[in-house]
């Protein structure tokens, strides 16, 4: 039967494992308060991976996961993450978060530099043990990429989970937004950084020179634009970025949120643009969490990556809260305050698995590292919605304060 198959019925089998699998288990299992369907997709995607699948059932996982369809997979995988990445930077609230800046800065800075000094502090016990940095890394890059990586917000998955929880509209989640938004500014800058290449470093400086020039038109033009050609107009602009970014060394993800970021929100329709983002993680984000999940690995014992998730994972979720903490006495919060912003701000998933794809794409870090923060991102994230519930009830009055 399985030389019966073509390639195209071998990728179209694929797809109904990635999006069955993880629907059936969210409605059955009814994992919603722990679990979004996001979370269920990304847990999936590892369970189908080499280090599960292949293992139980190896002469199906060849099977399916031939070479020509994984590159297909692959392929939908980095359109479907350019969209989302470049949808994140629309939507990033500069302008509220400079109108109410001693705030947004004091939050930002701390919510960011506590965890992102305990994750680099245990990226340097990382690096005492062999087989966790990648043969391209040097040590700063390792350093400073598994660092960030405990610091990341998941922008786009905060926004599902405020909306889940219903205070994405009220003031409390429009501060959050703030707060996370300068995060991610910082997150992409540290990227480049990190992905800086000396070799190369005239043409990057050149991209970044053309980039500023070509934004420039672009805005001018799109404010001009009737918006159903902006939406046409803006996946144009997202491949050149794209592109450009990546033929000068810096990524092309980075291209994508750089293509987002330069773009007002008001240009758009904002039903429209969650109904994008719904959209975008209903029929193409399930792909890249599967193409993610073929790209962990156990080689070097289940038992050291988890220890290694464990430990980032207390470094991310303690400097967070610690961070937020430290914030709320500066700006003299009310009690619980910090607590729920804290909790907020430390969802992963997503822009932290985009994030270390690119740092293993590169060869900074290497499979099991990637697989330790893979876990991290999702655990970090499931733990959002249980400790955030129960103290949104206890301090309603909160939701409504502006600042």
Known sequence: MHTAMTTTE???????????????????????????????QIIAGILLGPGVLGSAFPDYY?????????????SIAWWAVMLFVMI???ELDLPKAWEHRRESVITASMALGTPLLFGCVAALGMLSY???????????QFVLGVGMACAVTALPILILLM???????????????????????????????ILLDWTRVGRQLGFLVLFALAA??????????????????????LA????????????????????????????FDQEKMDLMRHHVLLAFMPVFFLSTGLRTNWGMGGSAVFI???VLLVASVTGKLLGVQIAGKILKWQPGEASIIGWLLQTKALIMIIFVNILLDKGIITNETFTAMLLMAVASTMLTVPAVAPKLRQVKELIFRTS
């Open 10 to 40: 071998i990728f179209l089998l694929a797809m109904l494992i990635i999006f069955s699998i993880p629907y059936l288990v969210w409605r059955l299992c009814d994992t919603n308060y722990y679990a979004p369907l996001v979370v269920v």
């Open 62 to 74: 060849k099977f399916v996961f031939t070479p020509p369809v994984i590159q297909s997979l692959n």
């Open 88 to 90: 994140a930077g629309i």
């Open 130 to 140: 062999s087989g966790w940095i990648g043969p391209n890394g040097k040590d700063w």
């Open 163 to 193: 909306e889940n929880l219903e205070i994405l509209r009220q003031p409390i989640g429009q501060r959050i937004l703030r707060y996370a938004s300068l995060d991610d500014i910082a997150i992409w800058g540290v990227l480049a950084l």
């Open 216 to 237: 420039w038109g672009f805005r001018k033009l799109m404010a001009r634009l009737p918006e159903r050609d902006r939406w046409y107009v803006s996946l144009i602009w």
């Open 240 to 267: 050149a970025c794209g592109f450009a970014a990546d033929w000068a060394g810096l990524h092309f993800m980075v291209g994508a949120f750089l293509a987002g970021a330069v773009m007002d929100a008001h240009w």
């Open 308 to 310: 290694a998730a464990a």
